[in-house]
């Protein structure tokens, strides 16, 4: 069944089957609306499971399956992590920052994670951030223990 309400959205409801098997059956205001299932606000703004979309374009209360999803963000890629001039803390500036903090630089707490949620396109955008600037710390590592094995050979 569908219906429109007096704010302009747009509603569709499941009904439950009736209890004698007739062809009618009637529904109360709260029934109604708690057998909404999705619903189009006036806004076109689109509510699955819930009524209210927060300002959003789509909000689902439960879950959601689906075989891709694709972020397509405006922001820089981090790509900017392998420049010659880009700075990166040390080992033991991270480790404090760590002991401080209880996260790393830049990443979401869990707290604020909690409170606010998190945007999975920054998210990832933070991750593989965090992913290149491992990966120049094992490129400079794995020169220190080059150096160290050339001297040790040296030294015999």
């Excluded at 708690?34 to 789509?58: A, P, Q, W």
């Excluded at 480790?95 to 707490?109: F, R, W």
């Excluded at 080059?146 to 001297?151: A, P, R, S, T």
Aim: charge should be negative; proline fraction near 3%; aromatic fraction near 6%.
């Amino acid at each position: 069944m569908t219906f429109g309400d007096i704010e302009g959205n747009f509603h569709i409801v499941t009904v439950p089957q009736s209890e004698t098997g007739s062809g009618t059956q009637s529904l109360t205001d709260i029934e109604l609306y708690e057998s909404i299932r999705m619903t189009i606000t006036k806004n076109g703004d689109v509510g699955i499971g819930t009524t209210d979309c927060h300002g959003y374009k789509l909000a689902v209360k439960g879950k959601v399956l689906c075989e891709e999803v694709k972020i397509q963000l405006e922001q820089d890629w981090p790509d900017y992590v392998f420049n010659i001039d880009h700075p990166l803390l040390t080992l033991y500036e991270i480790e404090e920052y760590i002991k401080e903090n209880n996260k790393l630089p830049d990443m979401p707490s869990a707290n604020e994670v909690k409170k606010d949620g998190v945007n999975l396109g920054e998210l990832n955008v933070l991750l593989v951030k965090k992913i290149e600037e491992l990966t120049k710390y094992i490129i400079e590592q794995q020169k220190q223990i080059d150096e160290l094995k050339n001297l040790l050979r040296s030294e015999r």
